[in-house]
């Protein structure tokens, strides 16, 4: 057992990483491993006890790590984004979340005999879904916008809903055989309402005032956010208990729909701490529990699991969707996919407490039962959901392809030969003319600066999951570089040289690590390039086969042929870089550039007779 807090802090951590980090391997939602290790380091070994290393701070600092969780969450809340399916989410953290909170209750009361009061608690424990678990699941699935977006919208705003729930059903229980236990069911609900909404809005209005004044340096903006969200959740769960978790989440909405208020850093920081947060959590609540627990629950978690997925949340998302405009493949992926997470988890532990403490000793079965539901739908849903989608084709292409910065006559060049062979690619650029004439040739264009705000609203870039900067304007690239960096990934970042770069020393070199890898060599410039079409060069692929390896691609033509792009035979697309090995095996097509002089002597080939 670890004796000391420090210890126990950085076995967590390392425990957390390792987790994370294997997840991230294998393509599985984290929470899978991270609740294994959670009960293999508690009940299994025995070798970390949260309630004695904690104490009495476990479940102050389980509330604000959900807290700062749910405020991340509703960050990313963009009311546009929700525009075409709003009457959806509102349906289902209303009407579902109603149907799914009568068919649980009514399931658990028979399955394991409990009383009425505790399987209504427990209902209302199961409406959550959860950020924590719908975004990992939904990195995994990809499934359209529409379908995840709906996810997401229900996901964060549904667990200060199901918290609320249960606050008012615990006042009810505790208020049970008094003449105004209704009426103080009634009022608590009026108090959290009020008090979360109001301390919410303040602290988000606040917050954003303080923003676009500028008041705060930016390296203290951070600090300032979560020093703010803390005293949301903490005055508005001393107004009206547990109404913190809906303040935070009304302050992070309010702070998304802001447009003069930039929240990048904000949400950024935000999203590096909830990886650390969900992951301890987790692991903390996974090793309260004990063996006994879990195996006296047998075989009845099966069954209340069953009909939760083929039951409760295929009534909920049916009902919620009718008289949209989704289409029956995407309410059946809808209605497969609601893992229960982290709020759920802290929520039972901690009113099972609570109850047991008030006189209600079968309470303690909602925390096994609990995580046994995270458990089962989670392995159940991120095994199968992405398979699914795949199935029902609602799942978004692999993103294989790229965004262009630029739609200059090299970047024509480069797409149509991408395009031809099933790559998607799209060409942004504020000059109409290059826009015009790439959209003469058929080639997808954004007209527009693409890292503008109108941007962040209109590219569409499904299936894209890389950038090729191939403007001219050295500072474009890099700008762009930066902006898309954190979505596709810095290595998944590229740029064609300007001749700036090869005479400017290197303290007037702008941002040389946002600009990506460099493509295709180390003397090829846009100039160069740009020079070479004009002189009659062209852009083609050669296949390799057995007989006609890369080896011989390579003798026939030397550097008459610049390999551009490798593609492999699953339609994954490589690029040509500098310091990197280019080594594509049979079967590849290999996407080059073909000097002029080699151009001239193919078309004389071809010309002359047999």
């Given at each position: 057992?670890?004796?000391?807090?420090?210890?126990?802090?950085?076995?967590i951590?390392?425990?957390?990483?390792?987790?994370q980090w294997?997840?991230?391997r294998?393509?599985?939602?984290?929470?899978?491993?991270?609740?294994?290790?959670?009960?293999?380091?508690?009940?299994?070994?025995?070798?970390f006890?949260?309630?004695?290393?904690f104490?009495?701070?476990l479940?102050?600092l389980?509330?604000?790590a959900?807290?700062?969780?749910?405020?991340?969450?509703?960050?990313?809340?963009?009311?546009?984004?929700?525009?075409?399916?709003?009457k959806?989410?509102?349906?289902?953290?209303?009407?579902?979340?109603?149907?799914?909170?009568?068919?649980?209750a009514?399931?658990?009361?028979?399955?394991?005999?409990?009383?009425?009061e505790?399987?209504?608690?427990?209902?209302?424990?199961?409406?959550v879904?959860?950020?924590?678990?719908?975004v990992?699941?939904?990195?995994?699935v990809?499934?359209?916008?529409?379908?995840?977006?709906?996810?997401?919208w229900?996901?964060?705003?549904?667990d200060p809903?199901?918290?609320l729930?249960?606050?008012v059903?615990y006042?009810?229980?505790?208020?049970?055989?008094q003449?105004?236990?209704?009426?103080?069911?009634?009022l608590?609900?009026?108090?959290?309402?009020?008090s979360?909404?109001?301390?919410?809005?303040?602290?988000?209005?606040?917050?954003?005032?303080?923003?676009?004044?500028?008041?705060?340096?930016?390296?203290?903006?951070?600090?300032?956010?979560?020093?703010?969200?803390?005293?949301s959740?903490?005055?508005?769960?001393?107004?009206?208990?547990?109404?913190?978790?809906?303040?935070?989440?009304?302050?992070?909405?309010?702070?998304?729909?802001?447009?003069?208020?930039?929240?990048?850093?904000?949400?950024?920081?935000?999203?590096n701490?909830?990886?650390?947060?969900?992951?301890?959590?987790?692991i903390?609540?996974?090793a309260?529990?004990?063996?006994?627990?879990?195996?006296?629950?047998?075989?009845?978690?099966?069954?209340?699991?069953?009909?939760?997925?083929?039951v409760?949340?295929?009534?909920s998302?049916?009902?919620?969707?009718?008289?949209?405009?989704?289409?029956?493949?995407?309410?059946?992926?809808?209605s497969?996919?609601?893992?229960?997470?982290?709020?759920?988890a802290?929520?039972?532990?901690?009113?099972?407490?609570?109850?047991?403490q008030s006189?209600?000793?079968?309470?303690?079965?909602?925390?096994?039962?609990?995580?046994?539901?995270?458990?089962?739908?989670?392995?159940?849903?991120?095994?199968?959901?992405?398979?699914?989608?795949?199935w029902?084709?609602?799942?978004e292409?692999?993103?294989?392809?790229?965004l262009?910065?630029g739609?200059?006559?090299?970047?024509?060049?480069?797409?149509?030969?991408?395009?031809?062979?099933?790559?998607?690619?799209?060409?942004?650029?504020?000059?109409?003319d290059n826009i015009r004439?790439?959209?003469?040739?058929?080639?997808?264009?954004?007209?527009?600066?693409?890292?503008?705000?109108?941007?962040?609203?209109?590219l569409?870039?499904?299936g894209?999951?890389?950038?090729?900067?191939?403007s001219?304007?050295?500072?474009?690239?890099?700008?762009a570089?930066m902006?898309?960096?954190?979505?596709?990934?810095?290595?998944?970042?590229?740029?064609?040289?300007?001749?700036?770069?090869?005479r400017?020393?290197?303290?007037?070199?702008?941002?040389?690590?946002?600009?990506?890898?460099?493509?295709?060599?180390?003397?090829?410039?846009?100039?160069?390039?740009?020079s070479m079409?004009?002189?009659?060069?062209?852009v083609?692929?050669?296949?390799?086969t057995?007989e006609?390896?890369y080896?011989?691609f390579?003798?026939?033509?030397?550097?008459?042929?610049?390999?551009?792009?490798?593609?492999?035979?699953?339609?994954k697309?490589?690029?040509?870089?500098?310091d990197?090995?280019?080594?594509p095996?049979?079967?590849?097509?290999?996407?080059?550039?073909?000097?002029?002089?080699?151009v001239?002597?193919?078309?004389?080939a071809?010309?002359?007779?047999?």
């Amino acid at each position: 057992m670890f004796d000391s807090g420090i210890i126990a802090f950085a076995f967590i951590g390392i425990l957390a990483f390792a987790c994370q980090w294997l997840a991230w391997r294998v393509r599985l939602p984290a929470i899978l491993f991270l609740l294994a290790s959670g009960i293999v380091v508690g009940p299994v070994a025995g070798i970390f006890h949260p309630d004695a290393l904690f104490g009495e701070l476990l479940f102050p600092l389980i509330s604000l790590a959900v807290a700062i969780i749910l405020f991340e969450g509703s960050l990313t809340l963009d009311l546009k984004e929700i525009r075409s399916q709003r009457k959806v989410v509102q349906r289902l953290i209303t009407v579902g979340a109603a149907v799914t909170w009568v068919v649980v209750a009514v399931a658990v009361h028979y399955l394991f005999a409990l009383s009425w009061e505790l399987s209504i608690l427990f209902g209302a424990l199961t409406v959550v879904t959860g950020p924590t678990v719908i975004v990992p699941m939904l990195r995994t699935v990809r499934p359209n916008a529409d379908i995840g977006n709906i996810l997401r919208w229900e996901g964060i705003l549904i667990d200060p809903l199901g918290a609320l729930l249960v606050v008012v059903v615990y006042e009810f229980i505790v208020a049970q055989g008094q003449a105004e236990g209704v009426l103080s069911g009634m009022l608590a609900f009026v108090e959290i309402i009020a008090s979360g909404s109001v301390l919410g809005l303040a602290c988000g209005w606040l917050l954003g005032f303080i923003l676009k004044k500028h008041w705060v340096p930016e390296y203290l903006e951070n600090l300032a956010t979560l020093s703010l969200v803390f005293f949301s959740f903490s005055v508005a769960n001393m107004l009206a208990h547990e109404s913190g978790l809906l303040a935070v989440t009304l302050m992070g909405m309010w702070l998304a729909n802001q447009k003069d208020i930039h929240i990048g850093e904000i949400l950024n920081f935000k999203e590096n701490l909830t990886v650390l947060l969900i992951s301890g959590l987790f692991i903390i609540l996974a090793a309260r529990l004990t063996l006994e627990e879990l195996i006296a629950l047998g075989w009845l978690p099966f069954a209340l699991l069953a009909i939760m997925q083929f039951v409760a949340r295929p009534l909920s998302v049916w009902l919620s969707a009718i008289g949209s405009s989704l289409h029956w493949r995407e309410k059946l992926l809808l209605s497969w996919i609601a893992p229960r997470g982290i709020v759920a988890a802290a929520v039972s532990a901690l009113f099972a407490i609570k109850l047991e403490q008030s006189g209600e000793p079968s309470a303690m079965i909602l925390v096994p039962l609990t995580f046994s539901v995270i458990f089962g739908t989670v392995v159940l849903q991120s095994a199968t959901a992405r398979p699914l989608a795949r199935w029902l084709k609602v799942a978004e292409p692999p993103p294989h392809g790229y965004l262009m910065i630029g739609a200059n006559p090299v970047a024509r060049a480069i797409a149509k030969a991408l395009k031809k062979h099933d790559v998607r690619v799209v060409l942004t650029d504020s000059n109409w003319d290059n826009i015009r004439a790439a959209r003469m040739d058929s080639l997808e264009t954004f007209y527009g600066n693409p890292v503008s705000e109108y941007a962040e609203q209109r590219l569409d870039l499904v299936g894209i999951g890389k950038l090729l900067g191939l403007s001219p304007e050295r500072s474009l690239n890099t700008v762009a570089g930066m902006r898309f960096g954190a979505e596709f990934g810095q290595q998944n970042i590229f740029a064609l040289q300007t001749t700036s770069d090869t005479r400017l020393a290197d303290k007037h070199l702008d941002g040389e690590v946002h600009r990506g890898q460099h493509l295709f060599g180390a003397d090829m410039t846009f100039s160069k390039f740009s020079s070479m079409l004009a002189q009659g060069a062209e852009v083609h692929s050669t296949r390799l086969t057995d007989e006609y390896g890369y080896v011989d691609f390579v003798e026939s033509n030397g550097k008459a042929a610049i390999p551009l792009f490798g593609i492999a035979p699953d339609g994954k697309v490589h690029t040509c870089v500098i310091d990197r090995k280019f080594e594509p095996q049979s079967g590849w097509k290999i996407i080059s550039l073909f000097t002029p002089t080699l151009v001239a002597e193919r078309a004389r080939a071809q010309t002359q007779p047999v």
